[in-house]
Structure formats: C-alpha cells, structure tokens
C-alpha cells in the first residue's frame, strides 16, 4: 500500500521542473507511505515516476520503488497483488525474480502479457509502467476501484497520482467541475470520471490507461455480468460461496505483517473477522468506533459478541463532539473532496486507532451491494411485487419473491418510514429506473439551497439512467439485479474512496476480501430468488454461514452503518458550529449553492438529513483547498 504519482510530456518534451514536481506530489502523498520514498527521471526529462512505500510484503530494500525491470521497464505501483506467489512460479521460467515483492510480478507479467497483464493479477492495485523500449506509458487500476488513480491534463503534460491533492500544484486554477457538483448533490457521490475539482479525472475501475504518441487512450479490461444462472440451486451457491471466501481469505492475509480487523457488528465485518481468526490465530485485533453521549448510537454489544466469537482482543474508542469538532477539517482533507455520508468521520477515527497496533485491517466492504442489504432494495421490489400482483405479472420471470414472503420482513423498514413517505409523496409505481432514482435521490430537500438553473440534474438523470438500465450485462426486468448493479457500479468506488483515504491518512492498509473477481463473478450469477429469497435481505451469506455468525448478528434488523450523532452535537454541544461554517460560504458566495438560503434552513434539516452534513462538507472542501490555491500554486515555484 503506498502513494504514487507521475507525469509524461504528450510532444516527447522535458518538463520543466520536473524534479521539483515529483517531489512535491511525493511530499502530499506523504501519509501513504512513511517507510519509503522514491522517484526517477529519465533522462530527457520527459517522463517521472514518484512513490511512497508503506512496505508490507517483502519489508526488505529490494522491494523500493519505483522499481526497474529488464527491457527498460519501470513501474509505480500502489496496492497488494495477492496472487503473487503463484505468478512468480508461473513466470520463472521467463523471468529472473530478484525479490520477494508483488511488485516484481507485475513488472514480469507485463513482460509476458503487456498490457493484458492486469487479467492476472488478483488484488487491489493502481500502477503506471514506463516501457522505455517502446515508449509508451501503461497504467491501470483494479477491478473495482479499491486503490486509486487520478489524472489531469496540463499544457500538453500527463500528470497522474493516487490522490487528486497532489496534483492541485500543476493545475492553473482550483475550480469546481459543474457536471460533477451536480451529480454529488444528487447522490452525495460522482458516478462518472469526472472529479469536483475541475480538470482532474480519476480512471474508472476496471479500466487501462495508454500514452503512446501523444494520444491517451482508456479501455474497460473488465465487467461483471449478471447472467443468472438457472442450472444452480442455493445449495450449490452457498457451497461455491464459502468455498472462494474462504479462499480469497486467505489470500487476503498474505502479509509480513499483522493483519486485524475493523469490527461494527454487523454481518460483513463480522464475518471478516471470524474467518480470518479460523485461518490464523495471530489475527484477533479488532477495532470498533462508538458514540456514548447519546443513546441510540453505540453498536458495540453486537461488536463484543463478534469478538467473543473470535476469542480475540476488541480494541474501542470512544468517538466525542470533541473529536469530531477536532478532525472535521482532517477528514476533508484526506477525502480529497466530499463523498457520500458522516461515517467518514468515524472511519477516521476507527483507523487512528487501529493504525496504533496493526499495519493491515480487513473490512466488509461490498457485502451489501454483492449480496442485497440495503433496505431501498427491500421498499423498492416490494412496491414492484405490489404492482405486479395487482397487474398479474408474477409470472413473467421479472418478479420470483412473493408479496406474502416480503411481509414477515418489513419490519426492517420501521427505521426508514420518513424516507417510505417521501418515496410514494408523488406517487406509486412508475418505471423502475424512475422509482429508484427517487430513492437514491439526495436532493429532493434542497430546491432552495442550489441554485439547480446553473446545474444540468436531466444530464444526471440520464447518467444515472444509462448505468441503471445497462442491458450489456444485466437481464432486462431483473430490478433486484439493476439495482445491486448501479451501486456496485457507482456507490461502492464512493465507498472505497472513503476506505482508501481514512486508512491511508494513518498509515494503514486496509484489505477487502468480499471483492475478490472470482467472488464476484459467481455471485452476480445468482438468482434475485436465491439471494433474496423471501425479501430476507442478505439471505444468500446468512444461510452460508449459519452456524459461524452469532445468531443474535444475523438476525437483528436495526444496523445502523455506523450513524453520526451529527443533528444531536449540532443542536447541543456544538452550536453554533455549522451557522459558523454556512456564515464563511455566505462571505465567500459559493457557485452553484445560495448560501443565504442553507443557513435559513439548517434548523429544518432531519435527525438523519444528509443535507447539512453534504453543505458543511462542501463549505470546508472549498476552505481547504479552492482558498488556498495559492499555497498550493507556490509548491512548485
């Protein structure tokens, strides 16, 4: 796990300060990697790689980077390649291994497989190869999305890094890309390439990069499709399911160094740490973020029972209004830009701690969106199952759970009523892709506060609609499939962004084992009835490991996702803390926001509203970084 970065001059020119400029990139990406640093200039000064070392495999010099290959090869790279072993074995015979290091067999499987290389690799991983011979520079990021890649494009030169800060030097101007505010308010995230700041673009998961020539070329390497399989039955899928977790567990805890466990007591961190504790007995530090000062907000019996089953050691903060009001601007800062909801803040917090004892953590990330448990996915079939039944269209393949098996399960819903009656405020029924943007739909509180006439939310909407509505790989009417398949497609890189950054900012290296391709791949293939059956979310993975997960986790219907007591602290000990923040967008006079209008209506926003939280965001991402454009500017001068 490291930081990198880099540049290439698109006319084959030196670039001036060049020097100067990978060291400053390596200077922001500092907190990635604190074991290492490194950067290399060719000689015509046209082409620079930096990187930042957090060493966990190979801890020896021999796996430094950036790190030459023969044929005047040289790569970058940041992330784990958990296959590695297998690969070095494979490519013996072709290559001469002079380390230990995953990173060697990237530069081995390029060797054998240019750019097809990334089909081999199993891992998470961003990198860039100079290939010196055929003057060429080839990156490519992971299958999804877990480490990333941003680019950017100035006077003719090819900048790239892991986190879009480090290239705020390099740009003219800090500015705010319209297309891309449009699609944060909508969702809290952006579901294209585009970045909030404007020029920057990150390389969408699952994609290759190619500079040759002066023309810069991206290519999708892989997909998933979600073909049902209808020659399976559950029995087989539970049986394939716990047979490539528990193999890409143990890949995961490939290491040189101990591995833990973040710990929220739910079913995927849950399962995370329990299987990894049965693959070794050394993995049994887990680490759980609380909230005491308001009841309502503390999960931690449900991580002690995790633990218990585990035997092993519960590591807990206390997360206060203090430290939120301490690590709000650190936080920001380490997003690179806002990003979906508050729990980044307790993520943060849960990594400091953790990085204070281990170097690697596994999460559960992509558990929901692989296996279904979002509560919208629940509300949304159910609507349809309502409407089918009234239509009598059961029976035409696009509905395989009955209104009569969902009803037992709605009681998982009880939490989510104010977001079931704006749902059906305008209505019922509708197209599928127009009822579920209702549902992912941010937005819908803050006519007054954006000033939407200098946004284009009909360009979101059709976004939105080409991902929802992909036929290429999702079966036509399959809304379970359609609606799993959007936020794995756009939710779930907003999710590992946040993974990413607030681990990273300690220092610490967090590994997700749910999203392994093969895992993924088979899943995908999985019936709406076998994952879904009865409207039991989750049911694929509870009934795979009934006997593993307490029962008292698999079976609780109020997980929260790790809820900040924002409106609480907000209304109490930190009053006056938002006006603050809101008086500075006022002065400032934000675009595309009416700042007069967000402070007028703060008091009205919900106990759950993302809304204050999506606006402060957004007021102290300008503060940190648009303000200070100059500071930036001067890193490079």
């Known amino acids: ?18 020097s100067k400029i990978l060291t400053c990139m390596g200077e922001l990406l500092a907190h990635r990697g604190p074991d290492g640093e490194g950067s290399w200039l060719d000689d015509s000064g046209k082409v620079g790689l930096a990187h930042r070392r957090l060493a966990i495999i190979d801890l020896s010099s021999s796996g430094a980077q950036p790190m030459k290959g023969r044929n005047g090869t040289l790569i970058t790279l940041n992330g784990e390649i958990y296959n590695y ?26 060797d054998r497989y240019e750019e097809e290389c990334v089909d081999h690799l199993r891992g998470m991983f961003s990198f860039a190869i100079w290939d010196d011979r ?44 319209g297309e891309a505010m449009a699609e944060y308010l909508t969702f809290n995230f952006v579901i294209g390439e585009n970045t909030l700041f404007k020029g920057i673009k990150q390389l969408l998961p699952g994609h290759g990069l190619m500079i040759k020539g002066g023309e810069v070329r ?44 973040y710990l929220s007591g739910g079913i995927d961190s849950s399962l995370m740490a329990i299987l990894a504790a049965r693959k070794d ?38 997360i206060t209004h203090k430290d939120f009001e301490e690590n709000l601007r650190k936080v920001i800062y380490h997003l690179d830009y806002p990003v979906a909801g508050p729990g980044s803040f307790p993520q943060y917090m849960v990594s400091k701690l953790a990085a204070e004892k281990v170097k690697v953590v596994l999460g559960g990330q992509g558990g929901d969106e692989i296996f279904g448990g979002y509560a919208r996915y629940l509300l949304a079939y159910f609507e349809q199952c309502i409407n089918a039944a009234i239509d009598g269209t059961y029976k035409d393949g696009n509905f395989v759970v009955t209104i009569e098996s969902i009803i037992p399960n709605l009681g998982i819903l009880r939490e989510y009523k104010p977001m079931m009656r704006e749902f059906w405020r305008e209505g019922l029924f509708g197209n599928l892709e127009d009822r579920y943007f209702r549902l992912i739909d941010r937005s819908s509180d803050m006519d007054r506060e954006i000033d939407w006439g200098e946004l284009d939310k009909g360009r979101v909407f059709e976004s939105f609609r080409e991902i929802f509505l992909n036929k290429s790989n ?38 997700v084992p749910f999203l392994d391709h093969e895992l993924v791949e088979c899943i995908a293939t999985a019936s709406a009835e076998v994952k879904f059956s009865g ?17 008292r986790i698999v079976n609780r219907r109020d997980k929260m996702g790790f809820p900040v007591p924002l409106k609480e602290w907000l209304g109490n000990e930190l009053n006056g803390m938002a006006e603050d923040i809101f008086h500075g967008m006022k002065q400032r006079n934000r675009p595309f926001i009416n700042s007069g209008e967000v402070l007028a209506n703060f008091q009205s926003a919900g106990r759950f509203s993302r809304k204050v939280w999506s606006l402060m965001s957004l007021e102290i991402w300008h503060q940190t970084f648009h303000d200070q454009a100059s500071y930036y500017k001067s890193l490079i001068k």
Not at 5 to 18: D, K, T
Not at 485 to 507: C, I, N, W, Y
Request: hydrophobic share 35%; proline share 3%; net charge negative.
């Open 535 to 551: 409207g039991n979310m989750k049911h694929l993975i509870k009934k795979s490991y009934e006997g593993v997960l307490p029962d």
């Open 474 to 511: 999702v079966r036509k009417g399959a809304y379970f499939d359609h609606m799993t398949h959007f936020d794995f497609k756009t939710l779930l890189p907003a999710l590992l962004q946040v993974e990413d950054r607030m681990s990273m900012a300690h220092g610490l290296e967090s590994r």
């Open 134 to 177: 055929k003057q060429r520079l080839f990156c490519a990021r992971d299958r999804f999305g877990i480490k990333p890649f941003y680019y950017a494009t100035v006077d003719d030169v090819f900048y790239f890094a892991s986190e879009a800060k480090a290239l705020l030097p390099v740009l003219p101007d800090i500015e705010t890309d």
């Open 85 to 110: 072993l297998e690969l070095q074995e494979s490519l013996s015979g072709s290559w001469n291994f002079s380390s230990d290091s995953d990173t060697e067999t990237v530069l081995a499987s390029y």
């Open 281 to 318: 007995s050394r993995n049994r530090e887990a680490f759980h973020g609380r909230f005491l000062e308001y009841p309502g907000y503390d999960e931690s019996n449900f991580a002690e029972m995790a633990s218990e089953a585990i035997g092993g050691n519960l590591n807990i903060i206390d």
């Open 218 to 261: 991206t290519w999708r390497y892989w997909d998933v499709n979600y073909e049902v399989d209808w020659n399976h039955g559950e029995g087989w899928f539970q049986e394939r399911l716990r047979s490539l977790l528990d193999d890409s567990i143990g890949v995961h805890l490939r290491s040189d160094v101990p591995v833990g466990a």
């Open 1 to 18: 796990m490291c930081g990198i970065a880099g540049f290439i001059h698109l006319n084959n020119q030196s670039v001036e300060g060049g």
